[in-house]
């Protein structure tokens, strides 16, 4: 008797089947399905010169000042001279980005990877990359490998070291927050506790003032202060590779930044076309060798 509403609801019942079923497979996946792509993976979004920066066709790098040698000269970082200038500029290139378009600023070194939002693109600054440090931050993969070297004048007892184990008795000194001073309270274990200065610059008047026995900074950068600073110190040796695998200085970015896979993509683009080889051996040729702590 009612042949007209009994129909009217079969063909909604079936016109609702079919909208459900359109709207589920147009779904967002489950979460774990989700969370298997990286966040801030390359792709359209390293486009060359058309980045997500802090500022719009611009590359912000920041550095500490002082700028030292052999990472900058004349602590100049805009200069491009110096081994970490000039990998700046050549990852800015490798972005799309010209010298005009890279913008400098001073960031104190402990401040860099410090937890908060960041003010810089990426910072370089020979900042080691650690599990510790990458809670706070995010690191391209690493531009340089590093050993931490031993300094102390000439004349001293502690130049005679010739084991790690014949530095447990001096008197150390680092600068706070770095890998050189981990390995005086890690590597040596001294019997004294270390000096931690906020700069090396005052690392380095201890030095020379007799307040340390001794201080720990990278290789590089003691060949520098032996040649250029410090004239009457010598470099005591340098330390192994802990864990069996090489200390690298890498470029520091904003935690969960979408610029970090673009930044590594260029940082391993200079390694593999020889770049970072040809810098090394350009500005850091002289800190090749120095006797082993064991």
């Not at 912000?60 to 602590?75: L, Q």
């Amino acid at each position: 008797m009612h042949p007209a509403p009994r129909a009217l609801r079969r063909a909604v019942a079936v016109a609702t089947t079919a909208l459900l079923a359109t709207a589920l497979g147009c779904a967002p996946q489950p979460e774990e399905k989700a969370a298997d792509a990286p966040s801030g993976a390359a792709g359209s979004t390293c486009a060359k010169g058309k980045l997500a920066t802090k500022t719009s066709g611009k590359l912000t790098v920041a550095t500490d000042e002082p700028a030292y040698e052999p990472w900058f000269k004349d602590d100049k970082p805009a200069g491009g001279e110096g081994f970490e200038s000039a990998v700046t500029y050549a990852v800015a290139k490798q972005l799309g980005y010209d010298k005009s378009a890279v913008v400098w600023q001073s960031v104190p070194f402990n401040k860099a990877f410090a937890p908060g939002e960041k003010t810089f693109d990426f910072d370089i600054n020979q900042v080691s990359i650690s599990d510790e440090r990458k809670k706070a931050v995010d690191f391209s993969s690493g531009y340089y490998d590093v050993r931490q070297a031993v300094i102390a004048l000439k004349d001293s007892k502690a130049a005679k070291a010739k084991s790690v184990a014949d530095l447990k008795g001096l008197k150390l000194g680092a600068q706070v927050g770095t890998t050189s001073l981990d390995y005086i309270d890690d590597v040596v274990k001294p019997t004294q506790d270390a000096a931690a200065y906020a700069k090396n610059d005052q690392a380095k008047s201890a030095l020379k003032n007799g307040q340390v026995d001794a201080i720990v900074v990278d290789l590089p950068t003691a060949f520098y202060i032996t040649a250029a600073e410090v004239t009457d110190a010598t470099i005591v040796g340098q330390f192994e590779n802990q864990g069996g695998t090489p200390e690298q200085f890498g470029l520091v970015l904003d935690k969960g930044s979408a610029l970090t896979p673009c930044v590594t993509d260029a940082v391993d683009a200079l390694r593999k076309d020889g770049t970072l080889g040809r810098l090394e051996q350009q500005w850091l040729s002289d800190a090749v060798d120095a006797p082993v702590l064991k």
